[in-house]
T-cell receptor
Framework: AQKVTQAQTEISVVEKEDVTLDCVYE???????LFWYKQPPSGELVFLIR??????QNEISGRYSWNFQKSTSSFNFTITASQVVDSAVYFC??????????FGGGTRVLVKP | ETGVTQTPRHLVMGMTNKKSLKCEQH?????MYWYKQSAKKPLELMFV???????ENNSVPSRFSPECPNSSHLFLHLHTLQPEDSALYLC?????????????????FGPGTRLTVL
């Protein structure tokens, strides 16, 4: 069975601070995919990134960066120089063989001006 | 329109009503999903359709009845719901290949329908 844990339920920062969201996953499959989604107040889940289990290279996209460490089963997400528009709930998710996407409980990020 | 759309965006219904949620994807995908998002609970997968065939029912009560007439449209028919069914219902789609699925396809989500059952 798959499991995703996002230990931080809520993080509050002041604008321009960096914020790191933790994600720890469990799976017995050797091939799997990890995802991050953003859910703004409007409700829609916005896809941010997909990473497969064979690619441990870290990735940077603008102010977003992801640190994938297979040894610790973690896929952490950092927002650099946060902005008010980054306020949202962020979900980490895992998908192994099959269609089922297993989500973590989400981390609410509140960026104050 | 682009992406995944859902209607209505908000719905209030009594326990004896019958209503339907609609989802439409404009991405050329062949798999569609219904998820339920309740307060204080993780996102729960309800149903999966691959190439118009239901491939997963995650122990969902029969008062929720999905329908997938084609690969672009997905419905969720609701009847005799309970107040605890109040939630955000999200639709998603992805492009899957026939045969063994390694799970690599990305699911794209609609904006959801906020359902309140009185």
């Amino acid at each position: 069975a798959q499991k995703v844990t996002q230990a931080q339920t809520e993080i509050s920062v002041v604008e321009k601070e960096d914020v790191t969201l933790d994600c720890v996953y469990e799976t017995r499959d050797t091939t799997y995919y990890l995802f991050w989604y953003k859910q703004p107040p409007s409700g829609e889940l916005v896809f941010l990134i997909r990473r497969n289990s064979f690619d441990e290279q870290n990735e940077i996209s603008g102010r977003y960066s992801w640190n994938f460490q297979k040894s610790t089963s973690s896929f952490n997400f950092t927002i650099t120089a946060s902005q008010v528009v980054d306020s949202a709930v962020y979900f980490c998710a895992l998908r192994a063989a099959g269609n089922k996407l297993t989500f973590g409980g989400g981390t609410r990020v509140l960026v104050k001006p | 329109e682009t992406g995944v759309t859902q209607t209505p965006r908000h719905l209030v219904m009594g326990m004896t009503n019958k209503k339907s949620l609609k989802c439409e994807q404009h991405l050329g995908h062949n798999a569609m999903y219904w998820y339920k998002q309740s307060a204080k609970k993780p996102l729960e997968l309800m149903f999966v359709y691959n190439f118009k065939e239901q491939t997963e029912n995650n122990s969902v009560p029969s008062r929720f009845s999905p329908e997938c007439p084609n690969s672009s449209h997905l419905f969720l028919h609701l009847h005799t719901l309970q107040p605890e069914d109040s939630a955000l219902y999200l639709c998603a789609s992805s492009l899957n290949s026939r045969g063994r699925d390694r799970g690599g396809t990305t699911q794209y989500f609609g904006p959801g329908t906020r359902l309140t059952v009185l």
